[in-house]
């Protein structure tokens, strides 16, 4: 039989074990200050294209330009990355899928122009209708994110399914705008979300996982799009991007456990009109494919596009944070 103590007897018992170690133990400083705020330290590992054919280069007509994988050398926070926004002069933002958090950092590339690494790590939690931090994974599950042409940003979220319009301060709440009025599964919802600024100012595109296409406008209505790629048996719409043109990238994802994963790229030329693909990559095992959930697209000044792609790591230890970037030439 266990003896009882009482409360108060306890209660001296703790105190008189806290005494004596102020006094027999020696308190241990840091080394160094340590950081306090949004700030992350980030480690970053290059990425071959395909691991057991070192001196490949390319896929097609993508030509690779450099890889990394991502991880958080202080935080538990830096995983669950699902989209991306990248801007011309490199800075990355980045939308997580389990407590919703908004990472930003800048991209390192070396003296030709490939990605070589990844810099100032931020994370800052997104926030609700009241301007509190959304709080669980029912909530907090952001799976796309795209900016507008005025610096707004929209995030779209699953579960609870919705798109949210972020102000570009963030001291304001955001506010709900048109979504696809269909039914979606708790778990296959709103993957998608691109701008595009070349159509209207407050148009978007949305994509739901089953593969379904919807172009919306902020306060007006979702009209689904025929005609689009579909994800092929297997595959699910897992991220939508516009290029400068007007063209809309889809990017479809499988993962079989026999297969491993495996990934389609295809762009569209005048997707409200003619329809016509013009590009694809396709990835499979044993290159460096994993769950890739994002795709963007910047302009690299010659006509060309750099196209990068992100994967979620599921907070798995045996998946992980890519960003690949590839260059790419579309035709004439």
């Not at 995983?79 to 930003?104: K, M, N, Q, R, W």
């Not at 960003?323 to 035709?331: E, G, H, K, Q």
């Amino acid at each position: 039989m266990r003896r009882k103590v009482s409360v108060a007897a306890g209660a001296l018992v703790a105190v008189a074990l806290s005494l004596a170690a102020c006094v027999t133990a020696r308190t241990t400083l840091p080394a160094a200050p340590v950081a306090a705020g949004p700030g992350v330290a980030i480690r970053t590992t290059p990425v071959l294209l395909a691991p057991s054919e070192p001196d490949r280069t390319a896929i097609g007509d993508f030509v690779y330009a450099g890889g990394i994988a991502i991880t958080g050398a202080d935080t538990s926070r830096l995983h669950g990355l699902s989209d991306l926004i990248i801007e011309p002069d490199g800075d990355v933002l980045s939308v997580t899928d389990d407590g919703a958090d908004l990472f930003t950092g800048r991209l390192v590339l070396d003296e030709t122009g490939r990605l070589i690494g990844l810099t100032e790590g931020a994370l800052r939690p997104l926030t609700g209708l009241d301007g509190q931090p959304l709080q669980g994974k029912s909530w907090g599950d952001a799976e796309g994110v795209t900016r507008l042409g005025n610096g707004e940003m929209l995030v779209s979220f699953e579960r609870e399914h919705r798109i949210w319009r972020y102000a570009p301060s963030s001291n304001r709440p955001p506010k709900p705008v048109a979504m696809p009025a269909v039914a979606m599964a708790e778990n296959d919802g709103m993957e998608g979300l691109a701008a595009a600024p070349t159509v209207i100012a407050d148009g978007y595109w949305v994509g739901v996982e089953p593969g379904g296409i919807w172009f919306c406008r902020l306060n007006v209505s979702c009209v689904e799009k025929t005609g689009l790629p579909k994800p092929p048996p297997g595959y699910r719409l897992s991220s939508l991007t516009t290029g400068p043109k007007g063209e809309l990238v889809i990017l479809h994802h499988s993962y079989i456990p026999a297969i491993g994963s495996r990934i389609i790229v295809s762009v569209v030329r005048d997707p409200l009109g003619a329809r016509k693909v013009i590009g694809s990559l396709a990835m499979t095992q044993p290159m460096s494919v994993d769950n890739y959930e994002g795709v963007t697209v910047v302009p690299n000044g010659n006509g060309g596009w750099r196209l990068y792609l992100l994967s979620d790591d599921n907070f798995s230890p045996t998946q992980r944070t890519l960003l690949l970037a590839f260059d790419w030439m579309p035709p004439k």
